[in-house]
């Protein structure tokens, strides 16, 4: 067994076991440092919970053979300086005044039309479909 547990720790899990009448991984993974043990350790550690008559239920995962990514740290948000004066100097200042938007032209009266053709074609072909679709119901008697 890893020389970092202790009797003490293993004694806790025992009784953790008891009262709740077996461990699971996420007992496990909360009480050892699983990251750094290898797949022999937690299988020891595993027997002699057995031995002492607390069931365990193990994920796979964790006799899987081979190293164990690491989880990443927890990042904090970044802090990014403010600009020194020098630099905020060196930013080009706008000097015309804003200009407004163009107002959009409108669209000549064919392309208008062929819109609302296009509008209507859609309309009919759905309110086609919808008939067949209450057709087929009553044909078939659903």
Do not use: C, Y
Not at 51 to 72: F, I, K, N, T, W
Not at 103 to 129: I, M, N, S, T, Y
């Amino acid at each position: 067994m890893q020389q970092a547990l202790d009797s003490n720790t293993l004694d806790r899990l025992i009784a953790l076991g008891r009262q709740q009448g077996q461990l699971t991984t996420l007992d496990l993974e909360t009480n050892l440092p699983i990251q750094s043990m290898s797949a022999e350790d937690i299988a020891l550690i595993v027997v002699h919970l057995e031995e002492a008559g607390v069931p365990v239920e193990l994920d796979d995962s964790l006799m899987a053979p081979g190293p164990r990514p690491v989880p990443a740290p927890a990042r904090s948000a970044e802090i990014i300086p403010f600009p020194d004066r020098a630099a905020a100097a060196r930013v080009k200042k706008r000097t015309s005044p804003l200009q407004k938007a163009s107002p959009a032209q409108a669209a000549p009266a064919f392309v208008q039309q062929e819109k609302r053709a296009a509008h209507w074609a859609v309309a009919a072909a759905g309110l086609l479909v919808l008939a067949l679709m209450v057709a087929a119901l009553i044909l078939f008697g659903i």
